[in-house]
């Protein structure tokens, strides 16, 4: 049985830095193939994705974000942590985990979920 | 932001049926795979359609995807309560060498 889970600060202040960690079980990052995401998605808007890493350490990276966003896995706890640097107000959004079980050729689907864990940025 | 366009809404009455347009450009929808989810609000999304046409186990075959191009389709016949939710096609985009979103589709059965 395949679950992803998010945990993280509920409220972070502006400028501080997010650390979130993507805790899955039910399969192995180190599958060929095998890639987590990060994704996001603001009160009453789009999903945003944001990051990902696959089975090779290989990482990808939401262009506009780039620059504050670094992710990072630890196959042997299963784990995949993002840090965002320079929270800001406009950050604050429902932030969920997802697996890609081909993360090649151009597929690409997340066909599991973890629940979201909202984060609010507010001094 | 979303780089693929759908429609903010569609409506249509129980038993009746809906398509949900996504179009995007030769980077992303013409030439890869995209996949639909549905997301009913505040609930984590979920896989709808996968290889553009495909259904994962378990989704019923009223939803169906189709792809022409730079485009695709997500369709839903015999319309039910349930399918209220909001729906987004996504996609490898290849020049951004990243995942894209559509803009997100409400649906609203009457």
């Known amino acids: 049985q395949v679950t992803l889970r998010e945990s993280g600060p509920a409220l972070v202040k502006p400028t501080q830095t997010l650390t979130l960690t993507c805790t899955f079980s039910?399969?192995?990052?180190?599958?060929?193939?095998?890639?987590v995401s990060w994704l996001r998605q603001p009160p009453g808007k789009a999903l945003e994705w944001l990051a990902r890493i696959n089975w090779g350490d290989a990482k990808h990276y939401n262009t506009s974000l780039k620059t504050r966003l670094t992710i990072s896995k630890d196959t042997s706890k299963d784990h995949v942590v993002l840090t965002m640097t320079n929270m800001d107000p406009v950050d604050t959004a429902t932030y969920f985990c997802?697996?890609?079980?081909?993360?090649?050729?151009?597929?690409?689907?997340?066909?599991?979920w973890g629940q979201g864990t909202l984060v609010t940025v507010s001094s | 932001q979303s780089v693929l366009t759908q429609p903010p809404s569609v409506s249509a009455a129980p038993g009746q049926k809906v398509t949900i347009s996504c179009s995007g450009s030769?980077?992303?929808?013409?030439?890869?795979?995209v996949s639909w989810y549905q997301q009913v609000p505040g609930t984590a999304p979920k896989l709808l359609i996968y290889e553009s046409n495909q259904r994962p186990s378990g989704i019923p075959d009223r939803f169906s995807g189709s792809k022409s191009g730079t485009s695709v389709t997500l369709g839903i016949t015999g319309l039910q309560n349930g399918d209220e939710a909001d729906y987004y096609c996504?996609?490898?985009?290849?020049?951004?060498?990243?995942?894209?979103f559509g803009t997100g589709t409400k649906v609203t059965v009457l």
């Open positions: 997802a697996r890609t079980p081909r993360g090649y050729g151009g597929y690409d689907e997340f066909d599991y």
């Open positions: 030769s980077s992303n929808i013409g030439s890869n795979y």
């Open positions: 039910g399969f192995s990052l180190s599958t060929s193939g095998m890639c």
């Open positions: 996504g996609t490898w985009d290849s020049s951004l060498s990243a995942y894209v």
